[in-house]
């Protein structure tokens, strides 16, 4: 039979010193709370217990449903009706008219200057913004044509080309742009108006396109490319 000794301690160990640090510990009084902490914590759990102001005041006004809710928005929506129209007339809206039309003349003149500055990224930059108004002003549609007809680069020349856009139905415009076809000997040039005139051309430049390619006048792929397009073979 085992002479193990069977303690109350929270282990089973054999050290006597441990086993009498245990026995001191379990003599120690239970700590019990001062009178003020007692004290703070009823104060603390009755004012949890009561409604707070926001609440109470909630519950005063009728915010409590969204019955309430939706009645507090109705009635500051009458009341910014009611505001307007008891409002005087401002001259506010002739105001922001002319700031806006500064604005689209400065917007403007900016464009036409980077279509005509040295550097070719900027020319670039004055197409793309040319593209958006070209339709309704025809200094920006002359502009880009002169970049589309006489520009050294010939990036700038075909993005100047697809910036026109609707413009091929004009008769100036068309005519330059067509005429601009037969002279093109860049490929690039060359592919953005055929892409144009495909695109927005009448049934008159369909035909003048098929006679270049019939012709020979155009790169032998972009004469793929129209024959293709037109779902025709070459002659």
């Given amino acids: 039979m085992s002479d ?10 054999e050290s006597k010193s441990e086993a009498a640090l245990w026995d001191a510990l379990g003599e120690l009084p239970d700590a019990e709370p001062s009178p003020r902490l007692r004290q703070n914590f009823y104060h603390e759990l009755e004012k949890a217990g009561r409604p707070r102001f926001s609440d109470r005041v909630r519950d005063l006004l009728g915010f409590s449903s969204n019955a309430g809710w939706l009645t507090v928005a109705a009635s500051v ?66 502009a880009l044509l ?60 369909i035909n003048q396109l098929e006679h270049l390619a019939d012709d020979g006048l155009l790169h032998p792929d972009i004469a793929r490319h129209v024959a293709t397009s037109l779902k025709r073979d070459l002659v």
């Fill in 146 to 205: 002169l970049r589309a007809t006489n520009d050294p680069v010939p990036s700038v020349r075909s993005a100047a080309i697809g910036a026109l856009g609707t413009q091929l139905g004009t008769p100036a415009v068309g005519k330059r742009l067509m005429d601009l076809l037969q002279q093109a000997e860049s490929p690039l040039v060359q592919l953005a108006l055929v892409d144009l005139v495909l695109r927005n051309g009448s049934e008159r430049q």
């Fill in 4 to 13: 193990k000794k069977h303690t109350k301690l929270p282990f089973d160990g």
């Fill in 77 to 142: 929506l009458v009341g910014l009706g009611a505001g307007a129209l008891l409002e005087k007339p401002t001259d506010d809206g002739l105001r922001l008219a002319a700031l806006e039309e500064n604005v689209s003349m400065l917007n403007r003149s900016l464009i036409l200057d980077r279509l005509e500055n040295d550097t070719a990224s900027k020319r670039l930059r004055g197409v793309m913004d040319a593209a958006f108004i070209a339709g309704g002003d025809t200094e920006i549609a002359n």
